[in-house]
């Protein structure tokens, strides 16, 4: 250490830049000078802090063209998505900088004390551990929280996404952030599990959060644990997408390949098995593969294109090898199942049915454009089928009748469940997963509470002694 970081452009398969990697005595400084400035940070109001959050919002919107262009280059997602994303995250900066105040206000109890409280402080400095396929939108999503909370940030983006990692400190920077309190930190690919480690067991560092894989969650939450560090884990999902034989199946079946299709299924909470009541599984997989085989695959710089490259080599040929080993093992292939013979890391938009357990396609996570059609007799057996899975993001209930498909979404185990709609994240509702999922909370109220200290008050007049009850 140090080493460099290259990045590419998976459209292409050519270099975009190189960036020197930070070495131990650069990660320390950075570590200290956000130690110091979070003291200060910590002492100004929530209005000094809105202020800034509000200006980055600003900067942002007036960056979004070129900041689009930069996420595309890197990881691939089509333009018009890539414009989306920086909006979304806009957004969410104004979302904290409007509602931090009051979901942190001090809360009154009713005691024996003379008065008792409360107060929501703090913790000092949390790392965050993103992924590439949300670059900006991961990155503002954990900032945004712990800064309005009086926290110091350090992000350790994907080398991918290097560009969108530092352009994330620009933005914040040039609205205001004082210097130090939110830092890139670039390190080699070779050097993450040994700088990840010892920056979590930094006594500067107060919490980590993670988006990322199955295994680096993990890896991360045993960490934190060892250090009795707070974490939060969103990890990687399978969400079942339930349709009963009562919904509207064209409008369904355009939701379910838009929503799969999206950043080249590259999203931990797109729908990744459609689970479909077998009176209508013939007609929605109809729907499916026509709705697929009209996407336009290509230049994600195109507004014409639909799916884009996959973000790199290896994510490309993972999704590959999973299609081909459920192919092999009795999956039909409906649409796609192959790598196309162009430049970059493309493949083709598939659906996979007659997907059965045992397969690769029904039990893991494919991350990338692969759909897989699940029938089942009933809604009994799609409950059955939706929870088996060691995973529990989301899941979605596409029915004429809201009451049943809320009932039904009532017995499958889901850190979330849309009836009628598309998961996702929004700032105004707490966002994470539970079983293999991770666990903790992004967003809303909830997500802030991730990096305080719930700091208990209890005040009296004169000198008592111990509470009535004590521990």
Known sequence: MPNSITTVNPATGLDLATYP?????????????????????????????????????????????????????????????????????????????????????????????????????????????????????????????????????????????????????????????????????????????????????????????????????????????????????????????????????????????????????????????????????QEFTRLVVDAVDAMVVGDPEDDATDVGPLARADLRDGVAAQVQSSVDAGATLLAGGRVLDRAGFFYAPTVLGDVLPGMDAYHEEAFGPVATIITVADADEAVTVANDTRFGLGASIWSADVDKAVSIGKRITSGACFVNSLVASDARMPFGGTKRSGYGRELASAGIREFVNVRTWWAMSEPVGAAPISE
Not at 104 to 113: F, K, R
Not at 171 to 187: D, H, K, N, Q, R
Request: glycine share 6%; net charge negative.
């Open 21 to 281: 990697a930070m070495s131990d005595t650069d990660i320390d400084s950075a570590l200290d000078v956000a130690a110091r400035a979070q003291l200060d940070w910590a002492a100004t109001s929530f209005d000094d802090r809105s202020k800034v959050l509000h200006s980055g919002a600003a900067e942002l919107r007036a960056r979004a063209d070129d900041l689009a262009l930069l996420v595309t280059r890197e990881m691939g997602k089509p333009l018009r998505e890539a414009r989306a994303e920086v909006e979304k995250c806009a957004v969410g900066l104004e979302y904290y900088a409007e509602n931090a105040a009051a979901f942190l206000a001090d809360e009154q109890y009713a005691t024996s004390a003379d008065a008792s409280w409360v107060s929501y402080e703090p913790v000092g400095i949390v790392l965050a551990i993103m992924p590439w396929n949300f670059p900006l939108w991961q990155v503002f999503r954990f900032a945004a929280p712990a800064l309005m909370a009086g926290n110091a940030a350090l992000l350790k983006h994907s080398p991918n996404t290097t560009g969108a990692a530092l352009e994330a400190q620009a933005i914040l920077e040039a609205a205001g952030l004082p210097s130090g309190l939110f830092t890139t930190l670039l390190v080699a690919e070779s050097d993450v599990p040994a700088v990840t480690e010892r920056l979590i067991a930094d006594p500067r560092v107060g919490a980590v959060t993670i988006t990322g894989s199955e295994r680096a969650g993990s890896a991360v939450g045993s960490i934190a644990g060892r250090e009795i560090k707070k974490s939060v884990l969103e990890l990687g999902g399978s969400d079942p997408f339930v349709v009963l034989a009562d919904a509207d199946l064209p409008r369904v079946a355009h939701l379910a390949a838009k929503g799969r299709f999206l950043n080249a299924g590259q999203s931990c909470i797109s729908p990744k098995r459609f689970i479909v009541e077998a009176a209508v599984a």
